[in-house]
């Protein structure tokens, strides 16, 4: 099985969720994993681990099924503040 998560962040909570399918081929969801987590880290630049890492493992751990490999995704946002004179 292939396992697919992500984590959305909404005020001080997150809900993380993962999806199993057979194969990257598959075009079927086998099973859809929720997790809700009503308080979360906050955000630390370069610390992946403290508040992303937590509610994917809760998925990963939720899984019984063994696991050909696990996808991350990861939606990377940014602001560009422009420097004043």
Do not use: C, N
Not at 34 to 59: C, H, N, S, T
Request: negative net charge; charged residues 20%; hydrophobic residues 50%.
């Amino acid at each position: 099985m292939i396992l697919a998560v992500d984590v959305g962040y909404f005020g001080q909570g997150a809900r993380a969720a993962g999806v199993l399918f057979r194969g990257w081929e598959s075009g079927t969801i086998d099973s859809e994993i929720f997790i809700d987590l009503p308080q979360m880290e906050a955000y630390i630049l370069g610390e992946f681990f403290r508040r992303e890492l937590p509610p994917i493992e809760k998925v990963v751990a939720s899984v019984s099924a063994p696991l050909e490999t696990a996808s991350l995704s990861m939606a990377m946002r940014h602001w560009v503040i422009p420097q004043q004179a």
